[in-house]
């Protein structure tokens, strides 16, 4: 069987540098290549989803998503409000400033990891 030329210009040009081409070859697949590269879409070329019509339904939420929105809620719900931020930063002085040396150089130490 024939051995099959590389669609690029950069394999073209290696193959005629090393003279397993003719030139004349050669130009012909350039212009070749550059043709169909001059009529190829221009985008991006990925994946395309598919278009869901107004009638089609969605499909239904997985294990995941249902557990999560249930504890996306739990945690919004612990997460104090914009007003309450003053008494949750003093809670935390607070309890900063009763811990012990030793518990402030070990979570000081953590910290530098």
């Known amino acids: ?7 690029t210009a950069a394999g073209t040009a290696l193959l005629a540098a090393a003279g397993v081409v003719e030139r004349a070859a050669t130009a012909s697949v350039l212009a070749a290549v550059k043709a169909e590269v001059a009529n190829a879409p221009s985008g991006g070329g990925g994946r395309k989803g598919r278009k869901r019509t107004n009638g089609m339904p969605r499909r239904p939420l ?4 249902i557990f999560f929105s249930e504890e996306r809620e739990r945690i919004l719900a612990e997460i104090p409000d914009k007003e309450g931020d003053d008494a949750a930063s003093e809670k935390d002085g607070k309890e900063e400033s009763s811990k012990s040396d030793d518990a402030k150089q070990e979570a000081e130490k953590a910290a530098a990891k």
């Open 62 to 65: 997985s294990a995941y998503n």
């Open 1 to 7: 069987p024939a051995p099959s030329l590389p669609t």
